[in-house]
């Protein structure tokens, strides 16, 4: 069972620095996303035919899923690296780390030859600049959350931990548009040289990155915390329910996106014969409603509470599922962007909340590792969300409602770990 000590009074910081981490948190995960998510959107469009030539065009696109899906399977180890240093030597040298390790990845990709040039070397080479991804995501996004709440008073914990949040919309909003100035302007080259140049920009987004990091200052939380000798050990004997409840509670705000711009994206264009500028318009009009959603269900985390938010989610999430993808099945154009908008809107309660969810449950002196550990098991079930819905998909040949049972079971998990969540819940010690 989980343990819980009697709060300790929290030591105050500046608003201004509490404002400034926040801001350069979102601005950080931000690129760290765009870094991240630029794979998933290549894998569905263009990774087919530049690493898998070899092969027809869906197997292609399972190939290229699945590499997407090993950054994922690293996530745990990068968790416990960057989680044990996070605990140990604070938040903001590690958060260093963690994005210069993604955006010199990232950037490497667009610096790869391709399966013409050097053969099954090209595939090889970039899942292990995949896995290196992986490895740096792992310690990333608990990393922000924890550097944007342990600065902000315990009133807005909840509002300020759906900051980091609004990285995953506006990471997704930088990959649409470059890809669909490519799409447009230069179609002819997308296999060739075109789609090289989003990954090449991780470089000058990194300088960026690293910039607004250096400047924020540690969080007060952890410099008065006790330090704990192995993170993980003490989290996994003190706290495991709360681990399985975290990971439960994170698996739709993960999967839901993988699931419905990652997948959807790939069966738009291969199955109902879209476009991709109809695709990536999709995407990035819904990424541009987040700005407002993210922060709206963040207001309401921090009257009504986090897990509650998650829940109320997840809940309708399920509901909408099969409907949302017999929609999509049938759809033109304009009807897919318009499914992908609204449909896209409860999944994004979930997400949103999620990181005040995590943070009230676990204890300052291990929150780092047990963030990252349980976001990173849930990001394996999530990672594999494409991956295992095209296999589906052509088991059940292409049935509409196959894209639908993957989303409505990610959403019952949820709803059972957020329910459990709203019961574990830390008590937030007040302002010194």
Same mark, same amino acid.
């Given at each position: ?9 929290? #030591?105050?910081? +500046?608003?201004?620095? /509490? ?5 350069? !948190?979102? *601005? %950080? $995960?931000? =690129?760290? @996303? ?119 008073? #315990?009133?807005? +914990?909840?509002?300020? /931990? ?5 990285? !995953?919309? *506006? %990471? $997704?909003? =930088?990959? @649409? ?256």
């Amino acid at each position: 069972m989980s343990t819980s000590t009697a709060p300790r009074p929290t #030591p105050a910081t +500046r608003p201004g620095m /509490a404002r400034k981490t926040a801001a350069a !948190s979102f *601005v %950080g $995960t931000a =690129l760290e @996303s765009y870094d991240f998510y630029v794979f998933g959107t290549a894998a569905a469009l263009v990774f087919n035919e530049v690493f898998f030539a070899a092969q027809d065009p869906l197997a292609g696109t399972l190939s290229a899923f699945l590499i997407f899906a090993m950054g994922f399977v690293a996530r745990p180890l990068g968790a416990i690296l960057f989680g044990h240093l996070g605990d140990r030597i604070g938040r903001k040298k590690t958060l260093i780390w963690t994005i210069l390790l993604m955006g010199l990845a990232t950037g490497s990709v667009g610096l790869l030859p391709d399966y013409s040039v050097i053969g099954v070397w090209a595939p090889i080479i970039l899942t292990v600049l995949r896995l290196l991804q992986g490895l740096s995501l792992g310690g990333e996004w608990g990393g922000s959350i924890l550097i944007a709440t342990e600065h902000a008073s #315990p009133r807005k +914990r909840a509002l300020y /931990a759906a900051i980091p949040q609004l990285g !995953s919309p *506006v %990471g $997704t909003m =930088l990959i @649409s548009l470059i890809f669909l100035i490519l799409a447009v302007t230069v179609p002819d080259v997308m296999t060739t040289w075109g789609w090289r140049i989003p990954f090449l920009l991780a470089f000058p987004f990194l300088a960026v990155a690293l910039y607004l990091r250096l400047a924020i200052d540690e969080t007060p939380v952890f410099r008065t915390t006790k330090k704990v000798r192995v993170p993980l050990v003490s989290v996994l004997r003190s706290q495991p329910l709360a681990v399985v409840v975290a990971t439960a509670s994170a698996v739709l705000g993960i999967g839901s996106y993988f699931l419905m711009v990652s997948y959807t994206q790939a069966y738009g264009t291969e199955r109902l014969g879209l476009s991709q500028e109809t695709v990536l318009n999709a995407a990035l009009i819904g990424s541009l409603l987040q700005l407002a959603t993210i922060p709206a269900f963040g207001w309401l985390a921090m009257k009504i509470g986090s897990a509650k938010v998650v829940a109320g989610g997840a809940i309708g999430t399920a509901l909408i599922a099969f409907p949302l993808y017999w929609v999509i099945s049938i759809a033109d154009a304009p009807l897919y962007v318009a499914a992908i908008l609204l449909g896209g809107i409860l999944p994004t309660a979930s997400w949103a909340a999620l990181g005040g969810l995590m943070a009230d449950l676990f204890e300052p002196s291990t929150s780092f590792t047990a963030l990252s550990f349980s976001y990173s098991i849930a990001a394996i079930v999530a990672g594999f969300a494409p991956s295992i819905t095209q296999a589906f998909g052509a088991a059940t040949d292409g049935a509409w409602w196959h894209p639908g049972v993957v989303l409505a079971l990610m959403s019952l998990v949820t709803v059972a770990g957020a329910t459990a969540a709203a019961r574990l819940r830390r008590p937030v010690p007040a302002l010194d």
